[in-house]
């Protein structure tokens, strides 16, 4: 089969693939990030995770990150002040995703759990001495974060 043949092939099909895609929010205070616990979700339920969420559709990633601040955070940021610091292709069991990672370094209100049937904990954590219990690909994420790098992948095997 050629390139062009193969292309032909795959524009043809109906089934497509498609990603889901998300946003997580690296809120700064000072060398401090806002952390929350998941709890009754039935994923990484016990674990430190970043205020984070799914892309409705028709939204572009700044304003997805300002709607989720303020729907579990209760915080109004403006996606003119905050940046795009990390996209991550991520593979699980089930799905891949694409994850964009957005640094908040300011906002209007007080930070206040609005989601407390989701999440158990919210609070201000060093980035040097993040908790144990961090949901893995996050950890992972802000690990990456603090080299700079704008770009990770996880979840893909090696070798």
Same mark, same amino acid.
């Given at each position: 089969?050629? %390139?062009?043949?193969?292309?032909?092939?795959?524009?043809?099909?109906?089934?497509? /693939?498609?990603?889901?895609?998300?946003?997580?929010?690296?809120?700064?205070?000072?060398?401090?990030?806002?952390?929350?616990?998941? %709890?009754?979700?039935g994923?990484?339920?016990?674990?430190?995770?970043?205020?984070?969420?799914?892309?409705?559709?028709?939204?572009?990633?700044?304003?997805?990150?300002?709607r989720?601040?303020?729907?579990?955070?209760?915080?109004?940021?403006?996606?003119?002040?905050?940046?795009?610091?990390?996209?991550?292709?991520?593979?699980?069991?089930?799905?891949?995703?694409?994850?964009? /990672?957005?640094?908040?370094?300011?906002?209007?209100?007080?930070?206040?759990?609005?989601?407390?049937e989701? %999440?158990?904990?919210?609070?201000?954590?060093?980035?040097?001495?993040?908790?144990?219990?961090?949901?893995?690909?996050?950890?992972?994420?802000?690990?990456v974060?603090?080299?700079?790098?704008?770009?990770?992948?996880?979840?893909?095997?090696?070798?």
């Amino acid at each position: 089969m050629t %390139c062009k043949e193969g292309e032909n092939e795959r524009m043809a099909r109906d089934d497509r /693939f498609t990603v889901p895609l998300s946003v997580h929010l690296i809120v700064r205070r000072d060398r401090e990030i806002l952390l929350l616990r998941r %709890c009754n979700t039935g994923y990484e339920d016990g674990s430190y995770s970043l205020v984070a969420g799914h892309l409705d559709g028709g939204e572009p990633v700044l304003a997805a990150a300002s709607r989720e601040a303020c729907e579990e955070a209760g915080v109004m940021i403006d996606p003119a002040s905050s940046r795009i610091v990390q996209v991550m292709h991520r593979q699980t069991p089930r799905d891949e995703y694409i994850d964009f /990672f957005v640094e908040v370094m300011s906002w209007d209100g007080v930070v206040t759990n609005c989601e407390p049937e989701k %999440c158990d904990d919210l609070g201000w954590f060093p980035m040097d001495s993040l908790p144990e219990n961090m949901v893995p690909y996050v950890r992972h994420a802000l690990e990456v974060y603090a080299t700079g790098q704008w770009s990770s992948a996880f979840g893909w095997e090696t070798g």
